[in-house]
């Protein structure tokens, strides 16, 4: 894996591209985030309009902690994969990640490689202590991505959320810490990259 490799703030995987968002990723972005079994499972409310995708992508096109998760081979965008804050910790040097996949691609492995590579990013470039994850009780898939990648169970939050739905879900938490990322965990990361 490169970090940094030939794009602008890019990370470069075997098959996938980290990138920030620019404007002409707009038209592919509508899809991932209008998809009501892409985003609602990610505790995200799907965008319902063209405005609302809109609304969506200026946050995201100014972050500079979320990427456009894209195809080496095509340059197709199919996901987007971000740090933000670790609402969970206070006064540490935590991040939490959060993605999405477009569905259609579900069940090949590009998540995980793309999570995999945020790991990497996370504790080589912006040093941090903590990389917490969550899904709720009933994704599993994001599960599976987040076990895959080294994340090690911290416990269930009952009752932690009321969704944009009204749905109330359990949260399944999970971090890695630094000195297990330095004690061979990003070794076996790369492996997946």
């Known amino acids: 894996m490169k970090l940094f490799g030939r794009l602008r703030g890019g990370i470069e ?103 995999a590579a945020m790991v990497t990013f996370a504790f080589e470039k912006k040093k941090v202590d903590v990389l917490a994850a969550s899904h709720y009780a009933e994704n599993e898939r994001s599960r599976r991505v987040i076990e895959k990648c080294g994340f090690k169970l911290e416990g269930v939050v009952p009752w932690a959320c009321k969704r944009f739905d009204g749905k109330i879900c359990d949260d399944v938490c999970y971090s890695i810490l630094r000195e297990d990322y330095i004690n061979g965990l990003g070794t076996n990361l790369q492996d997946q990259l």
């Open 13 to 115: 995987t075997q098959r996938l591209f980290l990138r920030r968002w620019e404007h002409k990723d707009f038209k592919a972005y509508i899809p991932i985030v209008s998809d009501p079994e892409v985003m609602t499972p990610a505790g995200c409310q799907p965008a319902g309009t063209l405005e609302a995708a809109s609304a969506m992508f200026a946050r995201d096109l100014h972050n500079d902690l979320c990427y456009a998760i894209v195809l080496r081979e095509t340059e197709e965008v199919i996901g987007r994969i971000k740090l933000q804050s670790d609402l969970r910790r206070f006064h540490v040097n935590s991040l939490s990640v959060g993605y999405e996949l477009r569905r259609d691609l579900w069940g090949r492995g590009y998540m995980t490689e793309a999570l």
